[in-house]
């Protein structure tokens, strides 16, 4: 938790930290204007891993619902998670971004 916390100091409050269970916690951020921040960060820092991959991802999303011309589409984005099983991360482009 203190760690969690530290990192959102260092994103400058941006985000929340949420108990996903008893013993798990959750560092979140979702807001577009938040998720920028993050974004920001890693463009400046590159993951250098195949996280960059999901990173890219993210990125690509965020940036598709501040594109005008495509704002009012839902598109389908997947990617892998450590067990190779598939997700769906769908976007709503008011604001925030869900992860299935």
């Not at 409050?13 to 890693?42: D, M, P, W």
């Not at 820092?45 to 619902?65: G, I, Q």
Request: proline content about 2%; hydrophobic content about 35%.
């Amino acid at each position: 938790l203190i760690l969690l916390e530290k990192i959102k100091d260092y994103f400058g409050g941006v985000g929340s930290i949420c108990k996903a269970t008893k013993t798990i916690h959750q560092y979140q951020v979702l807001s577009l204007k938040e998720l920028r921040v993050i974004i920001n960060h890693f463009d400046k820092y590159p993951l250098l891993t195949k996280k960059r991959a999901d990173y890219l991802l993210l990125k690509s999303a965020v940036e598709l619902c501040y594109s005008t011309e495509r704002r009012s589409s839902l598109v389908p984005f997947y990617c892998k998670n450590k067990k190779a099983n598939k997700r769906k991360i769908k976007q709503n482009c008011s604001n925030k971004i869900f992860f299935e």
